[in-house]
């Protein structure tokens, strides 16, 4: 009878081998373990970097919240006198997207109006001019004032300076209104 003996590795000495094995040894995986490790507390690092956040102070990451507003143009730029209710557009940045934060303070040589937006983005703002504001001819100032919530200015309008944000000024003139008829001859 011939007998046949399997030649088993020895599982213990696998793992005594196992390092040398390895492409350099146990010490090149140990160092190939701490750079893989650096480099993913890196990564989480990174992210949470970009991400933004408080990190335990009282300033917000958030551009918009802190930046006042800016108006690059309206629309329209003059009115004739006499004109009903018109809508304003006042295109600019940093306007935020809260209606209730936002309102537009137009000063005139001898009046002052604070009026609410009827639509905010971060953008754009779009707002209905009274018609007693565009009865006379006159020469406005226009201004948007960003405030904190529940900091909403009112009339004497004196800016908070740590609640508010003031734009910069652009002028908005109501104009008097010059009709000329010309005759029709018919033949």
């Known amino acids: 009878?011939?007998?046949?003996?399997?030649i088993t590795p020895h599982i213990s000495n696998f793992i005594r081998a196992w390092p040398f094995i390895n492409k350099g040894g146990f010490m090149f995986s140990i160092t190939k373990l701490k750079?893989?490790?650096?480099?993913?507390?890196?990564?989480?690092?990174?992210?949470l970097a970009m991400v933004g956040g408080t990190w335990g102070t009282s300033y917000a990451a958030d551009g918009v919240l802190n930046?006042?507003?800016?108006?690059?143009?309206?629309?329209?730029?003059?009115?004739?006198?006499g004109t009903p209710d018109h809508v304003m557009i006042i295109v600019g940045s940093e306007f935020g997207e809260?209606?209730?934060?936002?309102?537009?303070?137009?000063?005139?040589?001898?009046?002052?109006?604070?009026?609410?937006?009827?639509?905010?983005?971060?953008?754009?703002?779009?707002?209905?001019?009274?018609?007693?504001?565009?009865a006379v001819p006159n020469t406005f100032?226009?201004?948007?004032?960003?405030?904190k919530i529940g900091t909403i200015?009112?009339?004497?309008?004196?800016p908070d300076p740590?609640?508010?944000h003031v734009s910069n000024s652009v002028p908005f003139e109501v104009f008097e209104a010059i009709y000329s008829y010309l005759p029709i001859i018919n033949k």
């Open 98 to 134: 809260a209606k209730d934060e936002i309102r537009i303070w137009i000063k005139g040589i001898d009046s002052e109006y604070l009026l609410e937006p009827l639509f905010v983005t971060n953008t754009a703002i779009s707002v209905t001019l009274p018609a007693e504001m565009l």
């Open 35 to 47: 750079w893989y490790g650096s480099i993913a507390l890196a990564g989480i690092l990174l992210v």
């Open 141 to 147: 100032i226009v201004s948007v004032i960003k405030s």
């Open 153 to 158: 200015p009112t009339i004497p309008t004196v």
């Open 162 to 164: 740590l609640n508010d």
């Open 67 to 81: 930046e006042p507003p800016v108006i690059n143009y309206i629309d329209p730029h003059s009115l004739p006198a």
């Open 1 to 6: 009878m011939i007998r046949v003996k399997f």
